[in-house]
């Protein structure tokens, strides 16, 4: 790091610089207004006291005081102001910037935990521990235990190495952590439905759909599966789709979900070929 960046680091505006441009947010009118009457106006005072009590004429008075009090004011009195009173003049934005800190983050959290009572409940208690509430929680069942899936609602500050650390000290086997969006708590069920009822309008949207319904992409058809982060689904018309989620095995009840809309595609298709001949 240069110095400049380590002294820009320091100071308590320099986030607020736009990324692009490198300004800072407008200031409000009200605020610039005030910061400019409290350096303009001891200029403006030590500018008259000093022309008045001259000899000059009226004309040249005015002339100078305007001329003198103007060139002061921009060259001075407002940069001077902005750069003095930067921190008061940005006092709301640094505080929406604290505010935003400092507000829950949303995490996606699969862990294995050993099949056994009250496992869970030390896991809740540990996330309890860091101010993390838990908004939602999907129990799949695996080989040598359960697979939890949560939803989290954490503090701002906290990271998603404080989350792993925090799960493993309470059993958590396996565990992988993701920042997710309000979107994770949506009803799972009738999102379920709704893409079930997109295949059977059409079930050419099948590979769109399983996609869309396990935050996938689709590899293609055919092709090679390496690990459990790639499913292959079977189809009624073509080879088989491949999906990846780079990072994010796919569980056994995501695995289950995708094969049922297959089946119904499947059940679509052939009833439409039964009425609709070749």
Known sequence: MTRFQAS??????????????????????????????????????AVHAAVVHTELPYLAKVLVLTLTATS??????????????????????????STLHSSPTLWRVRTTLPDESGTLQRVARGLSRLGVNILSIHVHPVDGGVMDEFVLSAPGELTDEDVLENIAASGGRGTHVWPTTPLALTD??????????RVAADPTELGHAIAELLSARVVGAGADVFDDTMLKIPTAWNEPLVFSRTGEPFTPAESARAHHLAELAEVVELSYRGHNPI
């Open 8 to 45: 820009t680091a320091k100071t308590p505006t320099a986030e607020l610089r736009c990324d692009d441009c490198g300004q800072f947010p407008e200031v409000s009118k009200l605020r610039l207004t005030a910061a400019n009457i409290v350096t303009i106006l001891p200029i403006e005072l």
């Open 72 to 97: 002061l004011v921009i060259w001075v009195a407002e940069p001077g102001a902005r750069r003095l009173l930067r921190r008061w003049l940005h006092a709301p934005a640094l505080k929406r910037r």
């Open 188 to 197: 799972g069920q009738t999102k379920a439905l709704s893409l079930a009822a």
